[in-house]
Each structure stands twice: as structure tokens, then as C-alpha cells.
Nanobody
Framework: QVQLVESGGGSVQAGDSLRLSCTAS????????MGWFRQAPGKEREFVGA????????YYGDSVKGRFTTSRDNAENMVYLLMNSLKPDDTAVYYC???????????????????WGQGTQVTVSS
């Protein structure tokens, strides 16, 4: 069964950028839509972004539109989340996730995702 591993988190200042990576072991990401979610302490898990199987279609949560970009390299079995103009409100644990759904209307819904990584912490200070 595929396992997902995120990396690239850290502590940065407001306005900085970070790039998160997500890779898979025991399987391939090719052929599956992928999503990014985040969860801050005391808050519900929030949709950040998603990317279709080929990378042709991307979707973002309202709070990150225009600042975050997701991409993928199927040959390298990698998915990325580039985060620019980071704000303290972006502080959270970030997760990548894999879905078997082919209905792109569901990509913002956490329960549609079958496999999750362990998460990587992003901390943004003012």
C-alpha cells in the first residue's frame, strides 16, 4: 500500500516562502489526484489545494489563492506545494493526501482522500 511522506516544513518569517514536497513509497502517485490540507491547533482540517492526475487542473482554498501553487512530477513520483507570502495564519501541520476519486468537485473534501501523510509543521512568525 502506498505511503505518503511530506517534507520541507519549517519555521519562517512572515512574507517568506517554503516549498513542501510529498513523495510516495510502496506505490505510485501517477494516475491519482492529490490534495493538500492543513490543520492548526484547535481548528478543523482545512483544504489548501489539489491537483488532478495529469497536473492539468489545480484547485485552491480561498485563504491561499494567489499565494500557493501546487504542482507534480509524475516521473519523479512527487507532488509539491509552493507557498509564497506566508502569513502567521498559515501556521499549521500540512498534509498531502491521495484520492481515488475522479470527481474533481470532491477534491476539497477531506473524507474523499484514502491515504494521508504524517504531516509537516509550518510555523510563520510575524
Amino acid at each position: 500500500q502506498v505511503q505518503l511522506v511530506e517534507s520541507g516544513g519549517g519555521s519562517v518569517q512572515a512574507g517568506d516562502s517554503l516549498r513542501l514536497s510529498c513523495t510516495a513509497s510502496g506505490g505510485t502517485l501517477d494516475g491519482y489526484a492529490m490534495g493538500w490540507f492543513r490543520q492548526a491547533p484547535g481548528k478543523e482540517r482545512e483544504f489548501v489545494g489539489a491537483i488532478s492526475e495529469s497536473g492539468r487542473y489545480v484547485y485552491y482554498g480561498d485563504s491561499v489563492k494567489g499565494r500557493f501553487t501546487t504542482s507534480r512530477d509524475n516521473a519523479e513520483n512527487m507532488v509539491y506545494l509552493l507557498m509564497n507570502s506566508l502569513k502567521p495564519d498559515d501556521t499549521a501541520v500540512y498534509y498531502c493526501a491521495l484520492t481515488y476519486s475522479t470527481d474533481y468537485r470532491t477534491l476539497s473534501t477531506a473524507r474523499e482522500y484514502a491515504t494521508w501523510g504524517q504531516g509537516t509543521q509550518v510555523t510563520v512568525s510575524s
